[in-house]
């Protein structure tokens, strides 16, 4: 099965419940990049409920700028602020320790990459996690629209399984977090989660 996504930072875990535990994760690469929308923000739970963390970005083309060519804003502070933020939230989860120095490796950039890369090898990385066979592969041309799995432009439709979350006995579990919150709660247990009936799902296009 192949399904077609748009990048995003830290992925919603419903993205990978699409093709978890074997698949294609198509990526979007002609688009132009759209704000306010997970191509460069995610959610995490932390001490006072749900937490989003915006990468700040650099478009030299305004709201025409390509995917390709959005660039992180390295003038800001953000990759402080975001570590600060999930060792905030996860400093106590159970597979904090054990993912701490990998996770950290995504901030501590000391020069700007394109969002799409960044975002590509934080995937890349959660893919391994996961311990999936899911690969990924990017768009040869713009396509309006595919017959199905297409995820560009809404989420996929995903029914919560509830899972450990640190902050649950205060706030209860708050689903629609990203992959982050599930990784650094479950660990390699991840899977019971994501597993879901492969049955009836065809294949796209060719993108």
């Known amino acids: 099965m192949r399904a077609v996504f748009t990048t995003a930072y830290w992925p919603a875990i419903a993205y990978f419940s699409v093709l978890y535990p074997t698949g294609q994760w ?17 959610s995490i739970y932390g001490a006072n409920g749900p937490q989003w963390l915006i990468i700040p970005v650099v478009r030299k083309h305004g709201t025409k700028t390509p995917i390709r060519e959005v660039m992180l804003d390295m003038s800001k502070d953000w990759q402080r602020i975001h570590w600060l933020a999930i060792e905030s939230a996860y400093g106590s989860s ?3 320790e054990y993912y701490r120095d990998e996770i950290r490796q995504f901030y501590e950039l000391k020069k700007t990459v394109p969002l799409f890369d960044f975002n590509t090898a934080i995937l890349k990385w959660c893919l391994d996690v996961l311990e999936s066979n899911i690969t990924i592969t990017l768009t040869g041309s713009y396509i309006g629209e595919y017959e199905d799995h297409d995820y560009r432009r809404h989420m996929p439709d995903y029914d919560p399984v509830p899972y450990y979350q640190v902050f649950a006995r205060k706030y209860g579990f708050i689903p629609g977090q990203s992959i982050l919150d599930l990784i650094m709660n479950e660990g390699p247990e991840a899977w019971k989660v994501l597993e879901t009936d492969s049955k009836g799902k065809g294949d796209l296009q060719s993108p």
């Open 26 to 42: 198509v990526l979007e690469q002609h688009e132009t990049f759209q704000k306010q929308t997970h191509r460069n923000r995610c």
């Open 94 to 96: 159970p597979y904090y």
